[in-house]
């Protein structure tokens, strides 16, 4: 199932996620990572070393929530698209979307990820008050 055009062009007009882990006992943790987007996969790329706190806990357990939100305080312009996947280490081709959005990244050293999305719920009150558009992941 194709991701739905409204939902690829929310995430194409925004460039940050919150990305949620779970810590060992359950906890939730999060953090907020730049991405680019791959639409023909519904995969976001994004940077995160190994030492950080997030990545250790998304490399022991791979099943992740994110969001992104337009901040607006008028309530017929809010949206917000929720996400589920998995993470894994970037395949072939993730690098050079990701420095073909972010230019500068080219001389980073770079560890990068890919949030392969299997569900994904955008809320868009521009299309009438709570709608939602919702794309799952056919396996």
């Known amino acids: 199932m194709e991701v739905d055009k409204k939902i690829d062009n929310f ?9 949620a882990v779970a810590t060992p006992d359950g906890a939730p943790y999060c953090c907020n990572c ?10 976001f790329i ?3 070393g190994m030492e950080t ?8 357990n791979n099943r992740v929530a ?3 939100v337009l901040e607006t ?7 917000g698209l929720q996400i589920t996947g998995h993470i894994r280490e970037a395949i072939e081709g993730d690098k050079l979307a990701y420095i073909k959005q972010y230019p500068y990244a080219a001389v980073a050293d ?3 990820w890919r949030l392969e999305a299997d569900f994904m719920k ?3 009150n521009t299309l009438g008050f709570g709608k939602k558009l919702i794309w799952q992941k056919q396996e």
């Not at 995430?11 to 990305?19: G, K, Q, R, W, Y």
């Not at 991405?35 to 995969?43: E, M, N, V």
């Not at 706190?53 to 022991?60: G, I, R």
């Not at 305080?73 to 949206?79: A, C």
């Open 34 to 43: 730049f991405y680019a987007y791959d639409s023909k996969t519904a995969a």
């Open 122 to 124: 955008l809320t868009d």
């Open 46 to 48: 994004f940077t995160s």
């Open 66 to 68: 994110a969001s992104i």
């Open 110 to 112: 770079l560890t990068l």
């Open 73 to 79: 305080r008028t309530v017929g312009k809010v949206q």
């Open 11 to 19: 995430i194409s007009e925004h460039h940050v996620l919150t990305l």
């Open 53 to 60: 706190h997030h990545a250790q806990l998304m490399t022991a």
